[in-house]
């Protein structure tokens, strides 16, 4: 589909800063006009570029705008541990339709892809257009290169499953796959709260526990895709046993998996009456009855997130004193326990880092929420798509 360089540069300039003329093109890209005009010929041709009206003029003869054709389309996939996303967005990864549904992602790749395929289909319809590409964020360890979960410990079926050549087979375009919280990270530093910010870690709180690392404005994977695995850091030789095998780590403390299993402890040892409730209706305790039950003031339920958020706060202050990172984003379902958990983690970060890493470090809450994992993954997918392929 893209031919030379400069026409990747194009796309991704036109997709990062919106449309423009041909002259700023050529500023931005220190093309010469002729060539700049060739390029965006050629892609016009290809139904990639269009004119999107007059721009304003700067004396002179008034140019048109170019932009991302209009009707361009990418999927985006967000795989979680127990539910499923797909939104389809345009090439610029504004979200057009977006649906979510519970998925028990242990199910195995068959019926959970077949459930995305089904929801792909529902919101292509509401969003028609052409489709350039996909991008799929997966709830584990993923070799970026191969497109595939490795070794993943809470996707029974998945390891080492070919979900790009799968779903690039059954869409027919390019699918770049990635680790959710690696899709989420991308998607706060294009679209979210970290916009300004090259060098970021988002942490996400769900099941399990996990962080995004982007360094440079791009996210670091390490040598097999597993940097960032921060949930099973090990606190504790002796600590609980963890969904891994191991005992003591990070996710066998907090998380939405620990939160439900302590919060069940605390509801039949009778020392809180809000989740004895929730458990006598339900037979279970979810991470979210805690973090309701804190909210209305249940001092058992609020010791639970302030130790957890404490543990949590030790390990980011740890990963603040090696990679310096201009802001810390803190996201994921259990993340909407909101403030109270901001607050502990803040507090343990800015007591044990150096104050020279501090100084000037946020430690904020995600503002994309549930769409940060598909704007994360429709980026990842119109790098795929923009890139020269070989
Ligand atoms: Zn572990």
């Known amino acids: 589909m893209v031919e030379t360089r400069h026409q990747t540069r194009l796309l991704t300039l036109l ?23 060739a390029e965006v010929a050629r892609l016009a041709e290809v139904g990639l570029v269009e004119a999107a009206g007059p721009s304003a003029s700067r004396g002179g003869r008034r140019s048109t705008l170019v932009r991302l054709a209009g009707e361009l389309r990418v999927l985006a996939v967000d795989v979680g541990a127990t539910s499923v996303g797909v939104a389809v967005t345009d090439a610029s990864c504004e979200v057009l339709a977006h649906a979510v549904e519970d ?11 077949r459930r995305v395929a089904e929801l792909a289909a529902k919101v292509r319809d509401e969003a028609p257009g052409r489709l350039i590409a996909a991008g799929v964020g997966l709830p584990g360890p993923v070799s970026f290169a191969e497109g595939m ?12 499953f070919n979900v790009r050549d799968h779903l690039g087979g059954l869409w027919g375009c390019p699918v770049a796959v990635d680790n959710d919280v690696n899709a989420m990270a991308l998607g706060e530093r294009h679209a979210g709260v970290a916009r300004s910010t090259d060098d970021l870690m988002f942490v996400k709180i769900g099941t399990g526990i996990g ?31 963890c969904a891994c095998g191991e005992v003591g780590c990070l996710e066998a403390y907090f998380g939405g998996a ?52 404490r543990r949590l706060g030790q390990v980011i202050a740890s990963l603040v004193c090696f990679i310096n990172p201009g802001m810390v984003v803190i996201g994921g379902g259990v993340a ?3 403030h109270q958990l901001l607050a502990e983690v803040r507090s343990a970060v800015y ?37 020269l392929s070989s």
């Open 336 to 338: 909407q326990l909101g």
């Open 15 to 37: 997709r990062d800063d919106g449309p423009m003329s041909r002259v700023e093109l050529g500023e931005r890209l220190e093309l010469p006009r002729a060539r700049v005009g």
């Open 149 to 160: 979960a490795v070794a993943p410990p809470i996707m029974p079926g998945w390891d080492r």
């Open 258 to 309: 620990a939160l439900a299993r302590d919060g069940l402890a605390l509801a039949r040892s009778g020392r809180s009456a809000h989740l004895a409730e929730a458990a006598a209706e339900r037979g279970a305790v979810t991470a979210r009855d805690v973090g309701r039950a804190a909210a209305a003031g249940d001092s058992g339920a609020v010791n639970l997130i302030r130790d957890g958020g």
């Open 103 to 113: 998925c028990d992602v242990r199910q195995g790749p068959h019926p959970v892809l």
């Open 351 to 387: 007591r044990r880092s150096l104050p020279l890493a501090t100084g000037n470090l946020p430690i904020v809450l995600s503002e994309l929420g549930e769409t940060a994992g598909v704007i994360g993954a429709a980026w990842s997918a119109t790098d795929r798509a923009f890139t």
């Open 211 to 241: 962080c995004g690392i982007v360094l440079g404005g791009k996210v670091y994977r390490g040598v097999a895709g597993t940097a960032g695995d921060i949930g099973h850091i090990r606190l504790d030789d002796f600590g609980p046993t």
